[in-house]
């Protein structure tokens, strides 16, 4: 299984859209619920100057529940005695916005253009980070603290009035609404939709900010502003943000830009005197002197580079190389460990996506046949050993995952929209049906057949034609050839029905451009809707960013009812109404069959270099690497790496 755009909330949140590489409603309540339980009534000044009433707190989120006091020391799964020193190398794990796997040209990693590098989301601070042992919740960082009015519209930040950037000046409010602005108005489009609630920031002190959100802004709305990247103004007004770029931008956070190499390697080292080295959101981690990440343009050699210790660490996504790969010497003398590490976030969302733009993929018949010919079973069995699980939701392994026929509670939500869905929204949900291993499951294949006449599908000998008369063709477009030995089964169970299928693989530079201009017909994704999906459904399901260049709606849905209850969503008010109106959505995505879905698995399988070691637990939500591992002099003193 590959890694590709993994968004979990505590990342999507993270930079408005997930471009960190590691960018969510009930008619009636409109209120957004990020007040906190500990928080303190105090007065403050709306825009405007009246005076009125608000509450005061060192944190926020989404429903109101911060598990951690305002004197929290530490977040739990941190080591606060984790020595800092040496170095971790790996290879990019996850990407989003203009990031890409196999390459990089740019550092600028907030703009469409370009190819972003790795890592760069580190370099800055943002106004609140997130704890990742809770679902939702962000703490002060820049911010010491925050005023929220009682209608929820305006916040005032209070900074710490010492934060610096790394040549020494002062990170004041002046930036901080600079780049609010800056990212709202030039920022990728995934992060400009995101910041469309945001409406205004007034700089009242150089330490404090009043931001204003528009009314009727979704619930995670001041969320995503307090988690944007902080940029000075200062450099901005001598540097253009909005081209690509190989100069290091003035950043303020734990990291500053080492040296690299485009397209190969980058590095990140730690800044010893960071200003915000001791505060409770960062006792424990940011503990490697150097980060470096590793670039390769095929999956086999970087595995040859992992042996060689070219890099220290990787996560395996290949099930192949897990079961049969691990022997080689370093393996069987102890110096590399392996280890499968829990995570309670949802699994997210792997598959082939269709293109629905394209007049062939129209018909949902056309679509369910398609996927009706993809044998998991058989592939799970035959290429990945068997340790993976059919993905049939959306939400999958989430409260959020529909199951069997609509609650009473989904009913009333999906019952004024009767009419404009189809009936299999209010029976069972959709979950693919599971075939005899062969291969080439005839009873599948058949039922595809009539699904393809039924659309109106004609045959001129053993080819498969469209209704308009046009040879049915399929391009699976890929910048890597690592998922096609389980497309290929996949492709020739499409030609028994006629349909000529091919993979391709582009560079990833020509991959970018024509996926951000949706010059495709099927490709795979995989991303994470988190435990509390907001503003990350209207990017990938909702209609204003299906014709939007470079959107993360692939598939380009463009559903009145989908839009409808994302709408009630950004503003429920409690999990459990957000619950219920995630499973209607997923009841409806997956009566449209926009996709094939793949597979998933409950865990991360890592190997590294025994040159680290880490906390006792994981966080719930991230296995934490970066964050909060260390290296170890002792270990790596009886370690010969090789070529080090």
Not at 4 to 23: C, P, Y
Not at 245 to 265: E, I, M
Not at 482 to 509: C, K, M, Q, W
């Amino acid at each position: 299984m590959r890694s590709r755009l993994i968004l979990s909330r505590r990342s999507t949140l993270g930079l408005g859209s997930a471009l960190l590489g590691q960018l969510g409603f009930f008619g009636a309540s409109r209120a957004f619920a990020a007040a906190t339980a500990a928080g303190a009534e105090t007065g403050g000044v709306e825009a405007g100057g009246t005076e009125t009433h608000g509450t005061e707190t060192h944190g926020l989120s989404t429903f109101g529940d911060l598990a951690l006091p305002a004197d929290f020391a530490s977040f739990a799964y941190v080591d606060v005695n984790a020595p800092k020193g040496g170095e971790i190398s790996l290879q990019p794990s996850s990407i989003s916005g203009n990031q890409n796997f196999t390459t990089f040209n740019t550092l600028n990693i907030f703009i469409l253009k370009g190819d972003g590098a790795a890592g760069m989301g580190m370099i800055f601070d943002t106004l609140m980070t997130g704890n990742a042992d809770e679902p939702d919740s962000y703490y002060g960082l820049v911010a010491r603290k925050v005023w929220v009015s009682p209608d929820k519209n305006h916040y005032r930040f209070f900074l710490r009035k010492e934060a610096r950037f790394h040549d020494g000046t002062p990170l004041t409010a002046h930036d901080v609404a600079f780049s609010l602005r800056l990212l709202k108005t030039q920022g990728h489009p995934a992060i400009r939709q995101s910041l469309r609630d945001f409406a205004s920031a007034k700089v009242e002190a150089d330490d404090v900010l009043l931001v204003e959100l528009k009314k009727g802004h979704s619930r995670e709305a001041a969320l995503l502003v307090a988690s944007q990247p902080i940029f000075s103004a200062a450099y901005y007004t001598s540097h253009k943000f909005d081209e690509t770029t190989l100069d290091p931008p003035l950043g303020s956070g734990a990291y500053k830009v080492g040296t690299f190499d485009q397209g190969r390697h980058i590095s990140f080292m730690r800044v010893a005197d960071y200003w915000g080295k001791d505060l409770p959101v960062n006792r424990g981690q940011n503990n490697f002197d150097k980060i470096r990440f590793e670039y390769f343009a095929d999956r086999k050699v970087a595995f040859e580079a992992f042996k060689a210790a070219v890099y220290t660490f990787r996560e395996e996504f290949t099930s192949a190389t897990w079961a049969t790969g691990y022997d080689f010497p370093a393996v069987q003398d102890g110096r590399v460990k392996r280890a499968t590490l829990p995570d309670e976030s949802p699994m997210g969302t792997q598959g082939w996506f269709f293109n629905i733009r394209r007049a062939k993929f129209k018909d949902v018949r056309i679509r369910q046949a398609i996927g009706l010919a993809f044998d998991f079973t058989w592939t799970n069995k035959n290429i990945m050993y068997g340790v993976y699980r059919r993905t049939v939701s959306y939400f999958q392994n989430s409260p959020m995952e529909a199951i069997g026929k609509p609650s009473p509670q989904e009913l009333a939500l999906l019952d004024p929209y009767r009419k404009q869905l189809p009936a299999s929204v209010f029976g069972d949900v959709y979950v693919p049906p599971v075939s005899d291993g062969s291969g080439q499951d005839r009873t599948l294949l058949r039922r595809a057949n009539e699904l393809l006449m039924a659309a109106g599908c004609q045959r001129r000998g053993t080819n498969l034609l469209l209704p308009g008369g046009k040879p049915f063709d399929i391009e699976f477009l890929d910048f890597s050839s690592a998922l096609e030995p389980h497309t290929a089964p996949f492709i020739r169970n499409l030609g028994l029905l006629g349909i000529s299928a091919r993979y391709r693989v582009v560079d990833p530079a020509q991959y970018k451009q024509r996926t951000d201009d949706f010059d495709y017909d099927i490709v795979t994704q995989r991303f994470g809707l988190g435990l509390t999906p907001g503003e990350g459904m209207r990017a990938y399901f909702g209609s204003q960013t299906a014709n939007m260049p470079g959107s993360r709606n692939i598939s380009g849905i463009a559903d009145p009812v989908v839009d409808a209850l994302i709408a009630q969503a950004l503003v429920a008010d409690t999990r459990e109404k957000l619950t219920i109106i995630c499973r209607a959505i997923d009841r409806i995505l997956r009566a449209g069959h926009y996709w094939v879905p793949m597979w998933n698995k409950p865990n991360h399988l890592v190997a590294y270099w025994d040159v680290f070691d880490r906390p006792p637990r994981n966080a719930k939500y991230d296995i934490g690497v970066l964050s909060t591992w260390w290296y170890d002099i002792k270990k790596a003193a009886h370690i010969d790496l090789p070529g080090r």
